[in-house]
């Protein structure tokens, strides 16, 4: 992960605030002004305390009307900030949602394929989450603050300039001196609670995975006690983090009682030097004790935003992170006429997995691909989908570069069935839609039948909209085998990579599903993996990949 400063991250979010930059500026606005009308609420009581003390101070009936309308705005000018404030974070929360999910599409599957499922989800949900306090308890306040401190500053100035200068230095040390001392003592504590936290959700997605081989083998108790270790890690942090908040907290309200008797100290010695009157000494002094909940709310950010920037920071990994396969869009549209590897040499980091292959695939052919487990006959099939690319050689589709082949065009042309078939927690009918969004139920019945799959679905009791459960679970491996390969049919891509289609399949399922891709090859162009000697019976030429090397 990518260690960036607090100043860096705070500068990255701020800039995704443009497109509501109207927004940001009315909260400000609203919140400026209520804060000024809560301040003045106390200050003309302090008024009304000199008029009945017969000193110089506007009318009672004044001090009470502007109290009234004083108390009347404080009320709506503060939901109008809040809810400006709230609108632009959950405005931005979808929009930086929207984005990290563009942003892993990109990057899968070259760059997703090793990381943790379970980080992934937290960084979505709750890291994403947490910067809500970022963009409605952060930006617009810090702006406030800044504003309502001038404003504060030279209404008390004009009482005496030194007590102005006193009350902007008591501002600056409990809006900004604190919460960078604060800050700087939580370390990286933000980062590592974040992180703990990714950890503990990839251990216990993990583990609800795997939960019926773990009571199979007895393993229960190891497991707890690794969960338990991970949560009293993350636990200890947090007491951590509420220790430094505490801490916090009580230094600032010491500092601020100790301000409000600076602030009456001060003036009172200025008072009997002559140099101000009674309603400096009380006016001054209630006027600065009135006037901290702005830079409060700064203050209180110290430790709280180390929590929020670290999430921020694991947010903009995400975004900011290079695809290894970039996505080509403006290319000349292909149709496919054939495909070839030419001396294709491929490594994951440093270990060699195809090493100078060469493949040809003519149009309407099957070419049957066989090797051991580990040989790079799988790499190969995601070679020609170019989900990576190659290092040396070249891969083409149509006498074309497929670097050259925009991606959507690519994706059209082409069908892969993989070992194992993803299904998500929907009906089978969506499950298969996704392949083609507009498939009506006769095309989604005449793909499962070539995938011979049609009649168990019929026998469940809903038929099409059966759910199929989390990860397919409801389902054996050789019924989400043929729903894999259901949605090959229904995709009807030209070019069909089929990665051990029937391997989870009895003899007889495998000679529907075969016969199926023999009637179906003088439309498409099939590369068939498998280690099966049946399975090849319908190939035109058999390749063998023994430790990456092709005979």
Not at 192 to 199: A, E, I, M, Y
Not at 240 to 249: D, F, V
Not at 283 to 309: D, E, R, Y
Not at 420 to 430: G, K, R
Request: with cysteine; hydrophobic share 45%; glycine share 6%.
């Amino acid at each position: 992960m990518k260690r960036r400063s607090n100043f860096t991250v705070m500068t990255q979010l701020i800039k995704l605030i443009k497109p509501l930059t109207g927004y940001m500026l009315l909260a400000i606005l609203m919140g400026f002004l209520g804060h000024l009308c809560a301040s003045f609420l106390t200050i003309f009581g302090g008024y009304a305390v000199l008029n009945l003390l017969g000193f110089s101070a506007p009318t009672l009936t004044v001090i009470f009307i502007c109290v009234c309308v004083f108390a009347l705005l404080r009320g709506i000018l503060r939901y109008a900030e809040q809810a400006c404030n709230h609108f632009i974070a959950f405005k931005l929360l979808a929009f930086i949602r929207d984005k990290v999910f563009q942003a892993l599409r990109k990057l899968c599957p070259a760059k997703l394929e090793g990381k943790d499922k379970g980080n992934l989800i937290s960084i979505i949900t709750s890291d994403i989450e947490l910067l809500e306090v970022f963009y409605a308890h952060t930006i617009s306040p810090a702006a406030i603050a800044f504003l309502f401190t001038i404003v504060l500053c030279l209404f008390i100035g004009r009482f005496h300039w030194l007590l102005g200068i006193t009350a902007l230095a008591i501002y600056l040390i409990v809006g900004i001196v604190i919460p960078i001392l604060i800050s700087k003592a939580s370390g990286d504590d933000g980062i590592q609670f974040r992180t703990q936290s990714g950890d503990l959700s990839s251990f216990v997605l993990d583990n609800l995975r795997g939960l019926s081989e773990t009571i199979q083998y007895g393993q229960e108790r190891k497991r707890l006690e690794e969960m338990n270790q991970k949560t009293d890690a993350l636990i200890i942090n947090e007491e951590r983090m509420k220790k430094i908040i505490g801490r916090n907290i009580a230094i600032t309200n010491t500092i601020i009682l100790l301000s409000d008797l600076i602030m009456l100290f001060l003036s009172i010695m200025l008072y009997q030097k002559g140099r101000i009157e009674v309603d400096g000494v009380l006016i001054s002094t209630i006027a600065l004790m009135s006037s901290f909940g702005p830079v409060v709310a700064l203050a209180n950010l110290g430790s709280t935003l180390q929590n929020t920037f670290a999430a921020g920071n694991r947010v903009l990994d995400i975004l900011e992170e290079s695809p290894l396969v970039k996505e080509i869009t403006e290319e000349n549209e292909l149709s496919f006429s054939g495909a070839a590897a030419e001396h294709v040499t491929f490594s994951y980091d440093e270990e060699e997995v195809l090493s100078d292959i060469s493949v040809n695939i003519p149009q309407h052919s099957i070419i049957g691909i066989v090797g051991k487990s580990g040989s790079g006959k799988s790499t190969l099939l995601k070679l020609l989908m170019r989900f990576w690319n190659v290092q040396s050689g070249s891969v083409k589709i149509s006498n074309t570069e497929i670097s050259q082949i925009n991606t959507a065009n690519l994706r059209d042309m082409e069908s892969l069935v993989t070992q194992q078939t993803h299904l998500f927690h929907d009906s089978i009918a969506c499950n298969l839609r996704i392949a083609k969004l507009d498939a009506t139920q006769e095309e989604l019945e005449t793909a499962c039948k070539k995938a011979s799959i049609h009649d168990f679905i019929m026998s469940l009791p809903k038929g099409y909209n059966t759910s199929v459960g989390e990860l397919g679970d409801t389902l054996s491996g050789g019924e989400r085998q043929r729903l894999g390969l259901a949605r090959a049919f229904l995709h009807n891509a030209p070019f069909v990579l089929l990665d051990e289609p029937t391997s989870n399949l009895d003899s007889l399922n495998e000679a529907v599903i075969l016969k199926s891709l023999h009637e179906e090859r003088e439309g498409k162009t099939v590369v068939l993996v498998s280690h099966r000697q049946s399975t090849m019976r319908i190939a035109d030429t058999i390749y063998s990949v023994e430790n990456g090397r092709m005979s």
